[in-house]
C-alpha cells in the first residue's frame, strides 16, 4: 500500500479532520491517486456503461479480476473442476421490448397517443408473456398499493384487479404528513415501486402504474425514464407471475392528474384519502388503457466477481465487503446525445473501494476470519446479483459475520461525518460507530428515510437472509463547505448526473474522503475478522428471527 496521498489538497483535507492523530498506526492508506484512476477507467466509454450482458460485461469482469490478482488476492468465487475460481455464474433473465411499443389513453371515446419515455414509462413484461396486447383495460386508482395486515391497512378492499391496471402512489401513505402507521416520514418497504408491483400480482391485477413524483420518489422523472425504459433483467424464476404482473410502469403525474379528471375525480382528493385507513379503491369510469408489443426474452448468466482472503484459525466464518459492478450501460441519448451511462460515482467507486481494500488486505497480517470482496452483478436491475448470491451463497449465511457495503461514495473531500443508507438498529453499526470517532467523525442518521435508501442497495439482499449489513454512505459534513455545501452537491448529483449519461469522471475529484473512509472501512472489517465477535440486529428489528434461526452455526 501507498502510505501518503500524492495529492496536496487530499494530505490537507485528511490532516484538517480533528482526530486524525486518533487512527491506529498500523491501519494502512489509502492512494486518492490510485482510486481516481480505476474509477476514470471503470467509467470510461470503453466499458459502455458496465451493462450485464454486454462487451462491457466482459471488459469489467477482466480489468477486476486483473486489479486482484495484481494485489496478491486469491480467487474466491465458484469451485470448477476442484478449483476456485474468480466469478459467481448468475443465471438471468433477459427482457427486452421490441421496436417502438404503442401505448394510448381512451377517455370519453376519445383516444391519445403515450410515448415511451415522455408521459409513461414501461418495463418490458417479465410474467413470462411475449405478446403484450392490452386494448381498453380500466384503470383502477389503489391509493399507495398497500396491503399490511399487521398495520390493519389493505388498500385493495373490495376490488376485483383481474384483467384491470391498477394506478397507485409511490412511498408510503405517511410520507406528506411525516406521522402515521408507517413509520412517518421513514419509508418501509411498503414504499418501495418493487413491492408494488409484486402486490399488484398477488392481487391477479394485469398491471400497475406507479404515478412519479419527484419528492416522494427521491429522484426525478429522467431517473424513471432511463431506469425503466432499457432492457431489463431478473433472477431465474419458477413461477414469474407470481412476482410480476404482464404490465409495469411509471406515469407522468401530470397524466395522472388529466386522467383523475377525465374520470371526474379529484386526484388530489383522493390523494389525502389514501393516506387513511379507510380509503377504498377508485375506478376511473370512462377512462381505459391500451398497450401493445414484443417482448425477447433469454436467459444469459452474468457474473459476480468474487475476491478472498482465507481466514489463519476459522476461515469457514467469513466477513463479507460488497459492492455493486454493473450500471445501465447504454441507453437513451441524453441532450448531448450521449448514450453512455458512464456510472463513475454508481459505482465506479465502490467498485475501485473494493479493489483497494483488498490490496489492504492481501498485504496485512491474515486474520482469523476469511475476508472476501463481493463485486455483484445486475443492482441496477433490482438487486438481483446480490441476491442470487444471499440465497446461493458460496460460503453460509449462518457464519457470514457481517457485509459491509459500498455504493456511490463521494469521489470529492472529506467529511467530518458518515451515514449509511436508511435506518436500521444493530450492534455492526454500533461498532462502527464508535471506532469512527476515533477518526474524528460523527455519525448523522439517514437525512432522508423518506427515500427509502435501505431496500436500494445490496446489503438489503444479506439484510432478508438474516446477515448484519450495511451500506456505508459518505458524509455531507464536508470539512471544506460543511453540510451546505455537502448537501447542495447531493442535491446536485442527484438532479443533474444520477442515472443520467454524465455521472463521468471529473479531474477535479480530489478522492481525499474516499481515501479517509476507506481506513474506517478497513478497521471496522479487520477487527471483526481478527476476532471471535458476532454483531447482532436489535431486539425489535424485523431480521432477528431469521438470524437466530442460523444461531446454532455460530457456536
Avoid: C
Wanted: aromatic residues 10%; negative net charge; hydrophobic residues 40%.
Amino acid at each position: 500500500m501507498n502510505r501518503l496521498p500524492a495529492s496536496a489538497l487530499a494530505a490537507a483535507l485528511l490532516t484538517s479532520l480533528p482526530a486524525a492523530a486518533a487512527q491506529a498506526a498500523d491501519v494502512p492508506t489509502f492512494d486518492p491517486q490510485r482510486l481516481s484512476q480505476e474509477v476514470k477507467t471503470l467509467s470510461s466509454d470503453a466499458f459502455e456503461g458496465r451493462g450485464p450482458a454486454t462487451p462491457g460485461e466482459t471488459k469489467t469482469i477482466d480489468y477486476v479480476i486483473a486489479q486482484y490478482k495484481a494485489a496478491g488476492l486469491s480467487p474466491g468465487g465458484a469451485i470448477v473442476d476442484g478449483k476456485r475460481t474468480w466469478t459467481q455464474p448468475v443465471p438471468l433473465g433477459r427482457f427486452e421490448i421490441v421496436g417502438t411499443p404503442a401505448f394510448s389513453l381512451t377517455e370519453d371515446g376519445n383516444t391519445r397517443t403515450l410515448t415511451q419515455g415522455e408521459q409513461i414509462a414501461v418495463r418490458a413484461a417479465m410474467d413470462g408473456t411475449r405478446k403484450v396486447d392490452i386494448e381498453n383495460a380500466p384503470l383502477v386508482f389503489v391509493g399507495y398499493g398497500v396491503k399490511a395486515p399487521e398495520r390493519n391497512w389493505n388498500d385493495f378492499k373490495g376490488v376485483d384487479l383481474h384483467g384491470k391496471i391498477g394506478v397507485v402512489l409511490v412511498n408510503d401513505p405517511d410520507f406528506e404528513t411525516g406521522h402515521g402507521d408507517f413509520g412517518g416520514k421513514a419509508m418501509t418497504y411498503y414504499g418501495r415501486w418493487t413491492y408494488k408491483y409484486e402486490e399488484a400480482a398477488r392481487q391477479g391485477a394485469l398491471g400497475m402504474l406507479v404515478v412519479h413524483e419527484t419528492a416522494p420518489a427521491s429522484y426525478g422523472w429522467a431517473t424513471v425514464k432511463n431506469s425503466n425504459t432499457n432492457v431489463q433483467f431478473d433472477i431465474v424464476r419458477d413461477k414469474p407471475a407470481a412476482e410480476h404482473p404482464t404490465l409495469e410502469g411509471w406515469i407522468q403525474h401530470d397524466l395522472a392528474v388529466q386522467m383523475f379528471k377525465a374520470a371526474g375525480l379529484d386526484f388530489a382528493a383522493l390523494k389525502k384519502q389514501a393516506q387513511t385507513r379507510g380509503f377504498k379503491p377508485v375506478t376511473l369510469d370512462g377512462v381505459s388503457f391500451s398497450a401493445k408489443y414484443d417482448v425477447d426474452a433469454k436467459v444469459i448468466t452474468s457474473q459476480n466477481i468474487v475476491a478472498r482472503v482465507e481466514g489463519a484459525r476459522r476461515p469457514e466464518e467469513t466477513v463479507i465487503y460488497s459492492a455493486h459492478w454493473d450500471h445501465l450501460g447504454v441507453g437513451a441519448p441524453d441532450a448531448r446525445g450521449d448514450r453512455i451511462y458512464n456510472g463513475a460515482v454508481d459505482n465506479a467507486t465502490g467498485t475501485a473501494a473494493l479493489i483497494e481494500l483488498g490490496r489492504a488486505f492481501a498485504h496485512a497480517p491474515r486474520p482469523e476470519r476469511s475476508v472476501v470482496f463481493l463485486n455483484v452483478t445486475a443492482e441496477e436491475k433490482g438487486l438481483l446479483g446480490s441476491e442470487y448470491y444471499a440465497t446461493h451463497p458460496l460460503y453460509p449465511v449462518g457464519k457470514t459475520v457481517a457485509d459491509i457495503n459500498l455504493d456511490a461514495l463521494d469521489p470529492q473531500g472529506a467529511a467530518r461525518n458518515f451515514s449509511i443508507s436508511g435506518n436500521a438498529r444493530f450492534g455492526l453499526l454500533d461498532r462502527l460507530i464508535a471506532l469512527a470517532k476515533t477518526y474524528g467523525m460523527s455519525f448523522a442518521p439517514d437525512p432522508h428515510p423518506e427515500a427509502g435508501s435501505f431496500f436500494r442497495s445490496d446489503h438489503f439482499s444479506f439484510a432478508k437472509q438474516g446477515v448484519p449489513a450495511l451500506s456505508f454512505e459518505s458524509g455531507n459534513d464536508l470539512v471544506e463547505g460543511g453540510k451546505a455545501a455537502g448537501e447542495a452537491a447531493g442535491k446536485r448529483y442527484n438532479r443533474e448526473h444520477y442515472h443520467q449519461p454524465s455521472d463521468e469522471w471529473q479531474a477535479s475529484w480530489s478522492f481525499a474522503g474516499m481515501a479517509h473512509d476507506l481506513r474506517l472501512l478497513y478497521q471496522l472489517g479487520y477487527q471483526l475478522a481478527d476476532s471471535d465477535a458476532w454483531p447482532a440486529w436489535s431486539k425489535d428489528s424485523e431480521f432477528r428471527a431469521v438470524r437466530d434461526k442460523t444461531a446454532n452455526q455460530r457456536k
